[in-house]
């Protein structure tokens, strides 16, 4: 699948804001196999003083951008195309819980992709007792740790209610879990931690999902979103597989990958430092086409 993606994201602030410093991640990456990055540019409204790129410990690219002069706005604009591969769903070749917990203790690798960074607690996501039990329900019921996962996914779809009023970006997977609502980072922050809390490795993916309208409808420019779901380690044989909670499903050739990490905190899309004496105000839109 060749996709278009557009991004723009629009930061209205109530007072002048001076001496900024933002970190940003919202570019595609490269993972091969999976998804090719052909072309991308990243732009900023007002223009930033300073502007550097580089990638970080889990291999996500980011921008840093800084000013020192006052402005009262902020405008993001991302444009790229990038090759989804259509993949098969993965044969299930994962061992159970015990067995993948004796993998994790005799693989010695450290990089960005070795499963013991996706297992202990991480900023955004405490082990929780409750959000463990709850996993282990799934584990029960399966012979597999890919099966656990699926069998959790679905749970979380069938279990919580969508609701962009329930939560906010600062809501954490034990508020969200006691609500059972929230929105795709607080379904994927749940997951991870119900899965961490069982022995499974489990990490945060961003990216953007392509939306279909309903039959007969037209396309909305900007309906597209930015979306989070799950990485989950099943073993040395099946490797990195990924399920979207939110829509109960394996991330397919419509999920279209920014990058990976612990948690929402590696890899959110603006974070920075500013000095103001205001609130602000954020608008996002989201363009994914699919190139015939």
Known sequence: MLYDVRLELHYDYEASVHGDRHLVRVTPITIPGVQRVIATSLSFEPRPEQETTFSDFFGNTVTTIAYSGSHDRLDVRLAARVQVEDLHPPADLSPTVAGLQQEVAALWSLDANSPHHFLSASPRIPIDREITAYAAESVARTLSVQAAAMDMCLSIYRDFKYDKDATDVGTTPVEAFALKGGVCQDFAHVMIAGLRGVGIPA??????????????????????????????????????IEFDPTNAMLAGPDHITIGHGRDYSDISPIVGVLRTSGDHHAKQSVDVLRVE
């Open 203 to 240: 990490g945060y993916v961003s990216g953007f999902l392509r939306t279909i309208p309903p039959k007969g409808k037209p396309r909305l420019e900007g309906a597209d979103a930015m979306h989070a779901w799950v990485r989950v380690w099943c073993g040395q044989h099946a490797g990195w």
